[in-house]
DNA sequence: AAAATTTTCGTGTGCGCACACGATAAAAGT
DNA sequence: ACTTTTATCGTGTGCGCACACGAAAATTTT
């Protein structure tokens, strides 16, 4: 690897000057600027990343607004989990990581929470945009005061962002309808479950179901759609009601789909109401799922990499303060199948050569 | 993050003493070096591998042997992808990677690539052992120079390699024989298409083959399996030949399993006989099986983020030339379920920080 | 007790780059 | 022709660490 003195040399110059050409700052002519840049080309100079980085002082801080994981939702302890590792390894780079929180039911601890993330004075933000109306708050703050920010998750336009991260969630609806479609056949009556609208993370859902059911639409399945929806997946035994109650009134309900992360619960109850091995599809990798899908009360979960979508996130959004790279504006995550016969090798940890 | 020269201070001695400690290196007192080790956990330190990489001017180079990739058959362009990734980021570390070709059918070219691989006197090698008796010689001759070794894609055990990198084959088998029992139901034919035994990478496939029919037993299903074993998958007319008679016998076939990258084969000639959407579970994604995928004339395709592949089998072995860490025996990668619906976002590239 | 040896430790340099500072040369102003 | 301004470039230092070299102290040998 050729280095910035060796190319100053074959130039005739002093290695501030390439330095200075390297980084199109002014302050060098535009003749020797060409020469430079020829032989830069010419030797394919490219700057090494690691000598860089312990010269670079500039210090960045980002920081992270998303949805805490209680015991009932432990979806976002995945995508924390990325983050943290990100920040480990970020040290190194001068860069800060710092994590903030909020209740997904309560749109005023999002805000309150936004502000605590303000104060720290952030170069970066990545947020996960779960209310739309005080999304458009927050992000004109940032705006305002040039600070670019990222999606995480949740998918909204028209907002500025710089990038988002995440799995294309109609997509992913259409994929779970192809399941059920090539295990159920035809004539099959299946049963989407799913909660209330003004819910938080609801974009997500919506447009699962939307793709569900636009799979079984465009490829012209006669299969009929039931539709229960629940206030709350919390409550055990208003859930238990409903469920036994549909499921009575249409007794041709075969394959169930649960668009969100707490499939585990339906799973267990249609266990408990006598139906030991369903066939359901759900979503998300969560210790709960894991278990009802190695149980065999869970057919299919689909996934999309937590982990790596935090990691990616912090990566991305990193790159560009550092080295003014853009990230491309969607950074979709793979839609993964995983069933009991798959989930060991599932969503592994990933480790890049700086870390421990 | 706290640097060795703080360190340094408080324990009143130089940064070398610290050094010395943080490197086990001889040379200084028991009594000295308790305190410092008491003061580097006391403040959690770390080294920064980033100055550490630009430290170090140790040069290493590691081999890599790996079939080439003819039209016939583009599994192995995956991998090298990775292998070239990871090259370019080990660049600034001082490692340099050198890649090695052999034809999969000709055990004397293994031999021979091998020889010249020995002539460049790498300090680590990955190899594909994908022919047996051959690999008890050439791991002989690496053992003896210790020179250390990991497996990539093919799992032979007692042959003293550092790691394994691949899928477990058996596993992956399991779960297309658990794809085909969920669509195909109880009662129908399943043929399973496959090439000669003496035939190269013969392990990963006998292994797919016999997770394939594990799972029909284990689960009791009442399926009759099918055996077509084709010579040579490039032959068209014979393998039109063989395909055509076997499912004019056996009318009843309804499911097809091909238990390698040449899936497409096989779909395409269904195609021509008369059976443009036949349900057949492959292997790989290569460019011939992801236009079949997306015509679909393949239902599933078994990945195994080949491109991951490459790149964590050297990753893990530099990691352990630089800085002496020892990979887990078994990587293994996951076990993807590819349709045409999620395609689009499998086998992604990754990036580092450190990349461009 | 002096010399020789070994143990223990400090100092200095360089890895490749970024950037501040100052020097020189060219252009503009007076 | 001289000063002032501006454009152009070179020099030097530090980022955190590894490692070679040598100095000092402790130990052994004579």
């Given at each position: ?73 432990l979806f976002?302890?995945s ?181 969100n992360s707490r499939s ?18 759900g979503f998300d990798i969560t210790?709960?799922n894991a ?10 979960l689909i996934s999309q990499?937590p ?31 995983i ?18």
């Amino acid at each position: 690897m050729i280095t910035i003195k060796e190319i100053a040399k074959l130039a005739e110059v002093s290695p501030g000057t390439v330095d200075r050409v390297i980084h199109n700052r002014q302050g060098v002519s535009e003749k020797t600027a060409k020469r430079i840049r020829g032989i830069l080309e010419q030797h394919n100079f490219k700057v090494n990343r690691i000598a860089q980085s312990l010269a670079l002082k500039k210090k960045y801080t980002i920081a992270v607004l998303l949805p805490d994981s209680d015991d009932e939702n432990l979806f976002w302890k995945s995508p924390l989990e990325g983050i943290c590792k990100a920040k480990d390894e970020l040290i190194p780079f001068g860069v800060t990581v710092e994590t903030f929180f909020f209740d997904q039911k309560d749109s005023r601890s999002y805000i309150n929470s936004f502000k605590l993330l303000l104060a720290i004075k952030p170069q970066g933000v990545i947020l996960v945009p779960t209310f739309k109306k005080e999304t458009e708050e927050l992000t004109n703050t940032l705006r305002q005061r040039e600070i670019p920010f990222s999606f995480l998750n949740i998918s909204i336009n028209g907002y500025g962002n710089l990038s988002f991260i995440g799995q294309d969630a109609f997509k992913s609806g259409v994929l779970a309808g192809k399941l059920m479609g090539l295990c159920m056949g035809h004539k099959v009556d299946v049963l989407t479950v799913h909660s209330r609208p003004n819910l938080s993370n609801f974009n997500n859902i919506s447009e699962r179901i939307k793709g569900f059911d636009h799979y079984f639409e465009v490829n012209d399945l006669k299969n009929t759609n039931h539709y229960l929806e629940l206030e709350d997946f919390g409550n055990a035994e208003r859930v238990r009601g409903s469920i036994s109650e549909i499921l009575l009134k249409n007794p041709e309900i075969k394959g169930i789909f649960v668009p969100n992360s707490r499939s585990h619960i339906i799973a267990n109850l249609l266990h408990g109401l006598g139906n030991p091995k369903p066939f359901l599809i759900g979503f998300d990798i969560t210790e709960h799922n894991a278990k009802a899908l190695t149980d065999g009360k869970i057919t299919f979960l689909i996934s999309q990499k937590p982990v790596a979508q935090g990691y990616r996130a912090i990566e991305t959004l990193a790159k560009f303060l550092l080295y003014n790279r853009k990230p491309s504006s969607q950074i979709l995550s793979p839609i993964e199948i995983i069933t009991k016969e798959n989930l060991p090798y599932a969503d592994q940890k990933r480790d890049s050569l700086l870390s421990f």
